[in-house]
């Protein structure tokens, strides 16, 4: 199944600038496996070392917060549109 991925900036020096890329798989472990085979290193900034999704990086499929769906194995059926979005902390 096709999906098409949207990039942060923060991220987008892993897709050659890239904003959005296209990526392979039926959940979203899957997508995110296919778009670290084709733009190496992108993983390792959305997934901790223990394979989850990292704390403070928020990911959506069809604008649903897979946190509140199956995390890791919420389906990305052909077509879907995945969101990675880091959290944005700071101020005075």
């Known amino acids: ?3 098409n991925v949207r990039i942060p900036t923060i991220l987008r020096t892993y897709t050659g600038g890239q904003a ?7 959940t ?6 296919d778009l670290e ?6 993983g390792a900034r959305v997934l901790d070392d223990s394979g989850k ?3 403070f ?3 959506y499929v069809n604008d649903d917060d897979v946190r509140f769906e199956q995390g890791l ?3 990305t059926p052909d077509g879907a549109s ?5 959290a944005v902390a700071g101020g005075c």
């Open 53 to 55: 999704l990292r704390r």
């Open 20 to 26: 959005e890329v296209s990526a392979e798989g039926a």
């Open 37 to 42: 085979k084709n733009h190496t290193g992108i």
């Open 73 to 75: 194995e919420t389906p």
């Open 1 to 3: 199944m096709s999906v």
């Open 57 to 59: 990086v928020n990911v």
């Open 28 to 33: 979203l472990s899957e997508v995110l496996a």
């Open 82 to 86: 995945v969101s990675i979005i880091p």
